[in-house]
């Protein structure tokens, strides 16, 4: 019994072996076209270096609403109120509203005693962010009207504006921008190592996306908070309820030919997770809106970069100058491809890949070739290293049988494991940059704190990767991460300029 056993697994591993080849040039195409959707991130991550647009300021006021959806937000959403209440632009041009939505505290209170208007929704099977804006709209749509407002503002309740916050927004929106995200700053950048690498990535965000596909007119991705947007947007209604409503929202604009520009000089703040297990449980809810925006909308993106805007009617098309569509078509297409390049989850495809290609099939191909790898035989600089100290190729061989089978397979996920740590610690390098580029903005803090933030950062990204192959299996909800910082716009004012100062 035994004996027939080991036969079995023997012919099945020599089976699997013998496809090793073919199922290996069909992956290395699939790497190559992931390749394709990446060419493109050097050029903006240098253009953001030195390059962001400026809009002059706007000729006349807009009418704006500014929605806040709110569960159980009784500690800060006040803060925020009192924020928008000192804002320089005009009160008469804004109404504030907020959706308390299935809260069991005093947010609503709250709310209404800082002028703002409030709307209950109470609906446990409706709990994502996404479903009190649903919500909201109709409410506004039925005793306003959506088109009393010529845009929408989205913030969380633990958001702070600047006092010119609004004014600069309106100047992009003056300027005839219809979607407009802004500079993301962190209440609590310094509170611990998990806020301050939430922190660093949006900072990197508005300094490696946001810049340079607004200098390029593109579309940038909306992030969750502080943005604007048309009415005409929402005519219909808000209709993205997903885990991640925001990146819905980018993906269905993109694909419909809406541009999505970045006002560097709009600067807003929130509170940061302090808690790593809170962050995880956030990280794996963005994962799995990630790929519900890339299922639902991946397709009609790349439709989009060959045949141009596949919800524009052919008689809309026509009425534009031939220039102007030439010119408009060109710029659609390639804001779909880099839109879609942040959609396609490559980290997760390239993990798959790794476990089918290397894992199995080339594992099973060493029980008749045998194997040999070299442990540090990359061109990565831990590689390099590795081989300058001990001045040689650190190489395993096995000869062929089931113990090449095993050994291969263990030997490649440290080689893979290998790969995604040296990228990771490049980031280290990435950290320093962001708190040169904007040491302006970001609050005083010790020099050693700086350098413990700038190490530990790199967890974020690690949290991404992780966070992307525990959501492919999990059934993941919406839950509230808790906000409870104190922290006013006078504090946050304070220390913005003791930075300009420094």
Request: hydrophobic share 45%; aromatic share 16%.
């Amino acid at each position: 019994m035994i004996l027939s056993f080991g036969n079995i697994a023997a012919s099945i591993v020599s089976f699997l072996g013998d496809w090793y080849i073919p199922v290996n040039t069909v992956f290395g195409w699939i790497v190559l076209f992931l390749a394709c959707f990446n060419v493109h991130r050097a050029v903006f991550f240098v253009l953001g270096f030195f390059c962001t647009r400026h809009f002059p300021p706007a000729k006349q006021y807009h009418k704006y609403a500014v929605l806040i959806p709110a569960r159980n937000e009784a500690t800060v959403i006040a803060n925020l109120l009192q924020s928008i209440a000192k804002q320089d632009y005009p009160k008469e041009y804004l109404t504030v509203f907020v959706v308390a939505d299935n809260c069991t505290d005093d947010t609503a209170a709250i709310a209404r005693a800082n002028g703002a208007v409030c709307y209950e929704h109470q609906n446990p099977n409706e709990r994502t962010k996404g479903y009190g804006l649903k919500y909201l709209f109709e409410q506004i749509e039925k005793d306003y009207g959506i088109e009393s407002f010529e845009g929408y503002f989205i913030f969380d309740a633990d958001n702070l504006l600047n006092r010119d916050y609004i004014s600069r927004m309106n100047d992009s929106f003056d300027a005839g921008e219809k979607i407009i995200t802004s500079y993301r700053n962190s209440k609590n950048f310094d509170e611990n190592w998990v806020a301050a690498s939430y922190a660093l990535h949006w900072i990197r965000s508005s300094r490696t996306r946001h810049r340079a596909r607004s200098v390029l007119r593109l579309a940038t991705n909306l992030q969750g908070t502080g943005f604007l947007f048309a009415n005409e947007l929402v005519k219909d209604g808000w209709k993205y309820v997903s885990l991640t409503e925001d990146r819905a929202f980018t993906a269905d604009a993109v694909a419909h030919g809406y541009e999505i520009s970045y006002n560097d000089a709009a600067v807003f703040y929130d509170e940061q997770p302090t808690s790593v297990r809170i962050a995880f449980r956030q990280r794996i809810r963005w994962s799995k809106g990630h790929l519900q925006a890339f299922v639902e909308t991946g397709w009609y993106l790349f439709l989009n970069i060959f045949v141009g805007n596949v919800f524009r009617k052919r008689e809309e098309r026509k009425k534009m100058p031939v220039g102007k569509r030439i010119v408009e078509g060109v710029r659609h297409r390639f804001a779909a491809y880099d839109t879609l390049s942040q959609l396609i989850p490559g980290a997760l495809i390239k993990a798959i890949g790794f476990v089918i290609v290397t894992f199995i099939f080339m594992s099973c191909h060493c029980y008749k070739v045998g194997t040999e790898i070299a442990l540090f035989g990359g061109k990565d600089w831990i590689s390099i290293v590795v081989r300058f100290l001990t001045g040689k190729e650190l190489r395993v061989v096995i000869d062929p049988g089931m113990e090449a089978v095993l050994g291969n397979a263990m030997l490649s996920l440290f080689v893979f494991w290998l790969s995604r740590v040296q990228i990771d610690l490049a980031n280290i390098f990435q950290g320093i940059y962001l708190f040169f580029t904007d040491r302006k903005r970001i609050k005083p803090m010790p020099l050693y704190k700086k350098a413990w933030y700038v190490l530990t950062w790199v967890t974020f990204d690690m949290f991404y990767r992780y966070s992307m192959y525990l959501a492919l299996f999990m059934h993941v909800t919406w839950k509230q991460i808790p906000h409870t910082s104190t922290v006013t716009i006078e504090d946050l004012e304070e220390s913005t300029q003791l930075s300009k100062e420094a």
